[in-house]
C-alpha cells in the first residue's frame, strides 16, 4: 500500500510563487509515474502534470506553460510549481501516482488565491 501526501497549500496571494509538493510512503514497489490533477469548485478533476520514473514529463493543457512539474524518483516526490499565482488557481490539487494496474491518490490540498 502506498500512502501519498500533499502539502504547501492554503491561502495565497496573487503573484508570487505556488509550489506544492506529495510525498510517498509505504511499499511503493517504484511508481512508475506521479503527477497533479486539479478540480475547480462544482467541476470535474482534471490532470495538470504528470512525471515518469524514466524522466519523461507530459503537461496537459491546464498545466502546459503555467506549471512546472519535477519528481525526485530517490526521495519518491513530487513537486509541482507555478508562477505568478492567480485567483482562477483556486481549487483542489491532488497527487496521483500509479503504474500498470495500479493507482494511488493523495486527499488533495487546498489553494486559496486572494488577496
Known amino acids: 500500500q502506498v500512502q501519498l501526501v500533499e502539502s504547501g497549500g492554503g491561502l495565497v496571494q496573487p503573484g508570487g510563487s505556488l509550489r506544492l509538493s506529495c510525498a510517498a510512503s509505504?511499499?511503493?514497489?517504484?511508481?512508475?509515474?506521479m503527477g497533479w490533477y486539479y478540480q475547480a469548485p462544482g467541476k470535474q478533476r482534471e490532470q495538470v502534470a504528470a512525471?515518469?520514473?524514466?524522466?519523461?514529463?507530459h503537461y496537459e493543457a491546464r498545466g502546459g506553460g503555467r506549471f512546472t512539474i519535477t519528481r525526485d524518483v530517490a526521495k519518491k516526490t513530487v513537486t509541482l510549481k507555478r508562477n505568478d499565482r492567480r485567483p482562477e488557481d483556486r481549487g483542489v490539487y491532488l497527487c496521483?501516482?500509479?503504474?500498470?494496474?495500479?493507482?494511488?491518490w493523495g486527499q488533495g490540498i487546498q489553494v486559496t488565491v486572494s488577496s
Open positions: 512525471a515518469t520514473d524514466a524522466g519523461d514529463i
Open positions: 509505504g511499499s511503493d514497489g517504484g511508481l512508475h509515474y
Open positions: 496521483k501516482g500509479g503504474g500498470w494496474g495500479y493507482e494511488y
